[in-house]
């Protein structure tokens, strides 16, 4: 048993006194608690500290392993460059970690080195340690676009590699909740914020990770969070461990979120399995989906499930109903996958002889050919849901005041350049909201005149 205990830590940049001038004195309870739990971390006497932070290199689709002897940083982008931090890196530690990486074949590691110092969200949780603790090396990790699982599946080999190396190891995970808990904050507000902020205060006051993982992706997205991934991170290490947890304070004056949260390691329990509880969830869920699913969103699955196991487009199955084999239309195939967008591609008018073949042919494109994701591999299969968007005809409209988000999805084009947006989405409320999207989509800039076009779907689940 080499973990020792992980934590679960704010980074607020003014909660250093040289950057906060004395504003810090408002998050005074998260100040304490910070003090409480670093001095219950050196009393542990780590030889290793695995820090993870949101702020240092990330990318879409690998999670970066700083390596090295160390890095050094400073505050001098917050106005305190007299405050520095200086962090000695487990260059074994590391070494083997991305070796173990490597071997279960996740996309973590040493690649994609770019930045020069230590981030903020790396030398706060240290600035407090010091005070504390003077002889530690440190292993810092990122985190990615990557989904839930991975992550977690990093932290179970941060564990497996500390136990390996008989290495006393404490794990840090480095996040802020929500940045969207009041209007006048610095990100506004967004009714997400409270519900990610409570659920997250109840997974580390239960010392329950199931609730962590379980919180759905539009509530993560919705509340503007950096700390979500660190969490995961930080469930994987106490995967099958006993802990004895405690949340020691939260608050959030600024509009942002700070918890402060530690679980001590006192044995194993291999009920804390919480990936495993997670995913046997999820495919329960997935299958009642199936269940209660009609013919449309079947039909996409099964053209889905038959190209990633054969690499072949399916023939049109018999036995389809009119509406499916007499009926031309635009459709859109989307893919979700715990929640997140797996894979989304359709047209805006018809392209084959009926809508059945309109669905089969798009379920295969979005699973395979959808350029901002992989394509999906056969083991996450049971974990794919599946929706299925009809369009009506585009209408072209005169202004944006004939847009309704929930009702209309929008083209916006300019040029030979357009963007198109499906209607009712998680997280876009607004016409203006869904045109800047558009325009994103489509690379067309701010100031670009445009034309707008509006349609109606029939979406099937």
């Known amino acids: 048993m080499s973990i020792l205990a992980a934590v679960a830590v704010p980074h607020p940049p003014l909660i250093i006194p040289e950057v906060g001038l004395g504003k810090e004195k408002q998050i005074q309870s998260t100040i304490d608690s910070y003090n409480k739990v670093m001095e219950f971390v050196a009393s542990l006497e780590p030889e290793t500290v695995v820090i993870v932070s949101p702020h240092m290199e990330t990318y879409a689709d690998y999670i970066h392993v700083a390596s090295g002897s160390g890095e050094s940083g400073s505050f001098s982008q917050f106005g305190a460059g007299s405050v520095r931090i200086d962090a000695v890196y487990d260059e074994g530690f590391v070494d083997e970690l991305c070796d173990e990486l490597k071997s279960k074949d996740i996309s973590a590691g040493r690649l994609g080195h770019k930045m020069s110092e230590l981030d903020h969200a790396t030398m ?12 530690y090396k440190v292993v810092r990790i990122g985190i990615s676009g990557l989904d839930i699982c991975e992550h977690y599946k990093v932290g179970q080999v941060v564990a497996e590699v500390a136990a390996r190396l008989k290495r006393k190891t404490v794990f840090i995970g480095s996040g802020d909740l929500s940045h969207r808990l009041l209007e006048d904050g610095p990100y506004g507000f967004d009714s997400n914020g409270p519900v ?18 379980s919180i759905p992706a539009p509530v993560c997205d ?29 608050e959030g004056p600024f509009g942002v979120g700070y918890a402060v949260a ?14 495993e509880k997670f995913l046997n969830a999820q495919k329960e869920k997935n299958n009642k989906s199936k269940e209660s699913g009609d013919e449309y969103t ?117 040029g030979h350049k357009s963007g198109v947006l499906l209607p009712d989405l998680e997280g876009v409320d607004t016409p203006q909201e869904q045109i800047r999207i558009c325009r994103r989509k489509g690379y067309i800039s701010d100031d670009e005149s445009v034309e707008l076009e509006r349609f109606e779907v029939i979406r099937h689940f």
């Not at 679980?263 to 009920?271: A, E, I, M, P």
Request: hydrophobic content about 40%; aromatic content about 10%.
């Open 124 to 135: 706060i949780p240290m600035w407090f340690l010091n005070k504390y603790l003077k002889a």
């Open 196 to 213: 990610f902020d409570k659920a997250i205060a109840e997974s580390f006051k239960d010392s329950d990770f199931n609730e962590l993982l």
């Open 222 to 250: 919705g509340a503007g969070e950096c700390g979500f991934r660190p969490f995961v991170m930080m469930a994987g290490v106490l995967d099958r461990k006993a802990i004895e947890g405690s949340l020691l304070s939260y």
């Open 262 to 275: 530690s679980f001590k390691v006192t044995g194993d329990d291999q009920d804390n399995n919480y990936l």
């Open 298 to 414: 079947s039909l996409a699955r099964a053209s889905m499930e038959h190209y990633v196991k054969t690499h072949s487009m399916m023939q049109r199955p018999d036995g389809l109903s009119k509406d499916l084999l007499k009926k031309k239309a635009a459709v859109f195939v989307s893919l979700k996958k715990f929640g997140q967008l797996r894979g989304c591609i359709g047209s805006l008018s018809p392209n084959c002889d009926c809508v059945a073949d309109e669905i089969i042919r798009f379920a295969v494109n979005a699973c395979s050919h959808d350029p901002r994701f992989d394509p999906v591999r056969e083991e996450e299969l049971p974990f794919i849901t599946v929706s299925v968007d009809v369009l009506t005809e585009p209408e072209k409209i005169s202004s944006i005041d004939e847009l309704d988000p929930k009702k209309y999805g929008v083209i916006v084009r300019s």
